[in-house]
Nanobody, 120 residues
Framework: QVQLVESGGGLVQPGGSLRLSCAASGFTVSSYYMKWVRQAPGKGPEWVST????????RYLDSVKGRFTISRDRSKNTLYLQMNSLKPEDTALYYC?????????????WGQGTQVTVSS
């Protein structure tokens, strides 16, 4: 069955970096629009980034452009999110999701998430 398992979160100081991973099983990540979505405490989900099935086109939330990079490894069937220059407002539960189109909040499966906390 379809499964998405995130890892790589943690506590980091402002300005620091983290790389999140999302290991997929039950399907091939290169066949879908793969997305990262985050949810801060007390707030609703916020779309962060999408990579298209071909892997040559990406989109980002304006507030993370230039700081975050989405990528994937076909051989490992894994999605990544490299996060640099982290800010306290990036603190959230980050989860990966599988979609069938570009629409930010269109997805049919998602993982349990990995917590990212940015604090001094």
């Amino acid at each position: 069955q379809v499964q998405l398992v995130e890892s790589g979160g943690g506590l980091v100081q402002p300005g620091g970096s983290l790389r999140l991973s999302c290991a997929a099983s039950g399907f091939t990540v290169s066949s879908y629009y793969m997305k990262w979505v985050r949810q801060a405490p007390g707030k609703g989900p916020e779309w962060v980034s999408t990579i298209n099935p071909g892997g040559y086109s990406t989109r980002y939330l304006d507030s993370v452009k230039g700081r975050f990079t989405i990528s994937r490894d076909r051989s490992k069937n894994t999605l990544y999110l490299q996060m640099n220059s982290l800010k306290p407002e990036d603190t959230a539960l980050y989860y990966c999701a599988r979609g069938r189109e570009w629409a930010d909040y269109e997805y049919d499966y998602w993982g349990q998430g990995t917590q990212v906390t940015v604090s001094s």
